[in-house]
């Protein structure tokens, strides 16, 4: 005779997203034109970055940085809220020169995460905004964060490395900036 089987629990499943692997920010004065949701950044339809620019690569502590994104809905329509959150656990002057030098600048980012699914959040005319905060009473403590407002939710890519997104750009890696 045979019984009921129950059976209660999560299921096993893909890998738990949420966690960056790779961030890329580029500056709005930098980019040429806007992306759009009807288009897929790939090596043939790239991201074109116009003059001699900076991408910044930030690079991330495992399991630390994320990326979240709400949509609101209001009389005035549809707005999604995107934001990219990067906790940095020690003292880090650099990091401080860099946010002072770009506290004013709006930002594209090109992110990664655990999955393998890449992502760009922010549009030359509407790009993020920069926020940063360390705790005194923690003092290896610092939050980095960009976020913005747009009326599209982050767009999805087929990759972020550079040399794929900026075919015709040549890369100096010789300067590095590791915020962890």
Known sequence: MFGNL???GVKCGPVATGSLTHLYLIGCDSVAFDVYPDQLLTAANPLWLSGAKVVTEIKLRAKTATFSE?????PAGASYNPQVSVPIPSIASEIV?????????RFIAIFRDTAGFCYMAG???????????RSVSQT????LSVSGVNWHPALWMGSVDPEVLFPTKEFDYSFDISFS
């Open 6 to 8: 129950e059976s209660i």
């Open 70 to 74: 709400g949509l609101q809905n209001s």
């Open 97 to 105: 020169e860099w946010v002072y030098r770009n506290h004013n600048r």
């Open 123 to 133: 549009t030359k005319s509407n790009g993020l905004r920069l926020s940063w905060a």
């Open 140 to 143: 290896s403590s610092q939050q």
